[in-house]
């Protein structure tokens, strides 16, 4: 579980700000607007970030971005690490739209750092750096 104060930094590419457009399967349709934000294995790990494959804690974040953009919503850690139970993404909990919304209002482009600050175990402050 996450301890306050945990933190690291992401680095936006294309298939983060266009996860469903900018896609290397055909498991489902084009949809524009879609956002991810990566989280490192060593991350996942360390702070034990687990998706919804482990009975251990949920897998679901309050989350805020620092410039009051998106306040009380919710992430959800998902997909898998080589250890099957480590999440390997945040998006929208419900709203795959809801990153993307919010990378579109920063104007993020490619190489751009947004912090994952972890202000309790279970609550995620967004910092576009």
């Known amino acids: 579980m ?5 933190n690291f930094i992401t680095v936006l590419q294309q298939a983060h700000l266009e ?13 524009y607007g879609e956002g991810y934000l990566q989280i490192p294995a060593d ?9 919804n494959k482990s009975s251990v804690r949920s897998a679901e974040y309050d989350f805020s971005t620092s410039d009051g953009f998106i306040v009380n919503s919710k992430l959800l ?3 898998n690490q080589n250890r099957k139970e480590f999440a390997k993404q945040f998006h929208g ?14 104007n993020a ?7 994952i600050m972890f202000i309790s ?6 910092t576009k750096k």
Do not use: M, Q
């Open 2 to 6: 996450p301890n306050t104060g945990d």
């Open 109 to 115: 482009e490619i190489d751009t750092e947004i912090e």
């Open 77 to 79: 850690a998902s997909g």
């Open 19 to 31: 996860w469903g457009s900018h896609r290397h399967t055909s498991s489902r349709g084009i949809v």
């Open 43 to 51: 991350f996942a790990y360390d702070f034990e970030i687990t998706n």
């Open 121 to 126: 175990p279970s609550e995620i402050l967004l």
């Open 93 to 106: 909990s419900g709203d795959l739209k809801l990153l993307g919304d919010w990378f579109n209002y920063i």
